[in-house]
């Protein structure tokens, strides 16, 4: 069981190139989402998604997009990266979006962009 | 959008000291967690907590849901080595899965 699996580990980019951050569950969990981490300021929502087909804006959406066509995958796109999305980027999925069971997380992709 | 003040933001204890760490809101969360994350890694869940006044420990830590259910405790005793990483706490209003993280505390153990 692998659990939440994030590629790539680590990513440098140029300013304005485009990006696909990965995201598979293997555990057909219902909820998914993608934070972002940034020194100082925790983790703070990006995007989420209650099932396929469906998703929604999170804390800090602008310059991010994603769907969610299969329950698996929850993909991240970058489309004009900007020296400011430098972070660390997280996944993370819980079995049903009404509930109390917690988020399991990824091991994260590491961004840069020069 | 609401926030959650984590203190200490940093600790650097002896091996064998107790912890203590909070997490406070200006609203209010019916679902406390706190995950451990360490370094290169995702965060790991350690306690959930899921009603007001609540006491839970998993092995030598220990977490309160506080009874205003504006904020949360995070004890550590005994604390070892492999103790060492950053300490969120994570709280969830209404029924959806969506978290408000705090800051983080970062725990350094020295021998």
């Known amino acids: 069981n692998a659990g939440v699996t994030q590629t790539p580990k680590f990513q440098v980019l140029k300013t304005g190139q485009s990006m696909t951050l990965q995201c598979a569950q293997d555990m057909n969990h219902e909820y998914m989402s993608w934070y972002r981490q940034d020194p100082g300021m925790g983790l703070r929502l990006i995007h989420y998604?209650?099932?396929?087909?469906?998703?929604d804006q999170g804390e800090v959406p602008n310059g991010y997009n994603v769907s969610r066509s299969t329950t698996e995958d929850f993909p991240l796109r970058l489309l004009s990266a900007a020296p400011s999305q430098t972070s660390v980027y997280f996944c993370a999925s819980s079995p049903r979006v009404y509930g109390n069971q917690p988020q399991h997380f990824g091991d994260g992709t590491r961004l840069s962009i020069l | 959008g609401q926030q959650l003040n984590q203190s200490p933001q940093s600790m650097f204890i002896q091996e064998g000291e107790d912890v203590s760490m909070n997490c406070t809101s200006s609203?209010?969360?019916?679902?406390w967690l706190w995950y451990k994350q360490d370094p290169g890694e995702g965060p790991v869940l350690l306690i959930a907590l899921y009603k007001a006044g609540e006491l839970t420990s998993n092995g030598r830590l220990t977490a309160q849901f506080g009874i205003t259910r504006k904020d949360s405790f995070l004890n550590i005793s005994a604390s070892i080595p492999s103790d060492v990483g950053i300490y969120f706490c994570?709280?969830?209003?209404?029924?959806?899965?969506?978290?408000?993280f705090g800051t983080g505390t970062r725990l350094q153990v020295t021998l």
């Open positions: 998604s209650v099932g396929a087909g469906i998703t």
């Open positions: 609203s209010i969360f019916n679902t």
């Open positions: 994570a709280g969830r209003t209404g029924t959806a899965s969506k978290l408000t």
